[in-house]
């Protein structure tokens, strides 16, 4: 009884000491216009961590993992693969003003790692690297693949790695001080630790994403690739696995939640594809 009081007191201060933090050391504030979509969500950045910041730490992390690739003969293999990947970034990329100014003149780098995982990335910037195996093992179309890459430079723009590591900071500055005004052990701070991650930071990863996902989609259409196809790359996902629809319990939505939203948002970006394709 005692420890399972702890552990609710735990989560409640957690609440408590998380948001006077983030009032005390975090700024809100607006990374990107809302767009077409209308994702205007505010967000809280810690004070002390600025975008040069995130984006040096990026670059650094990211030219470190070009250095390994390339060590292992595994960066940009097919020529011919690379140069799909470009072509269709380097449409995308223009038509990010949209959402953020400053993109089109980010020193964006586009990469291809040979690699069997279901995964791509875009670093705090514009590093940006694709795994051979979702465009391989799925089969992408152009329009697939413009789905893959618009998802993940709309994390870049919205500066989702600053967020998140926003959110870390305080979290971890809350638990310290919860430890000390509950006077919780080893165990119980361990407990503690596990449901800030389930209650706080997993959920707001969920919302990053789906962020990312309709942010896309508008990038996508802007570029002149069916929005039709983020339906049918997220339809692929799912056969593939996914994530097993464990949604409560994962970062990411559901693939049927994701193709839920993205059919709803639709509408508003089928005039925008229409358009650029009469271009």
Known sequence: MKSTFLFVRARQLSATVLLSLCLAGCASVSTTQSGSVGVARQQRMMSGLSESDVEAMSAKTYAAQLTELRGKGKLNTDPAMTARVRRVSARLIRETSVFRSDAAHWKWDVNVAEQADLNAYAM????????????????????????????????????????????????????????????????????????????????????????????????????????????????????????GGLEYLSTHPSGSTRIQDLTAHLPQVMPLYRNAAKQ
């Open 124 to 243: 705090a910037g514009g590093k940006v690297m694709v795994y051979s195996g979702i465009i391989k093992r799925l089969s992408l179309s152009d329009a697939e693949l413009a789905a893959v890459l618009g998802h993940e430079f709309s994390h870049a723009l919205r500066e989702h790695t600053r967020e998140g590591m926003s959110q870390a900071m305080a979290q971890q500055m809350g638990l310290e001080l919860i430890g000390m005004a509950a006077g919780l052990d080893g165990r119980q701070m361990t407990m503690a630790t596990k449901l800030a991650a389930l209650t706080l930071s997993m959920p707001h990863s969920r919302t990053m994403e789906s962020e990312a996902d309709i942010m896309g989609l508008e990038l996508m259409a802007r570029a002149g690739y069916d929005p039709n196809a983020a339906i049918s790359l997220w339809k692929k996902m799912q056969a593939q696995g996914d994530n």
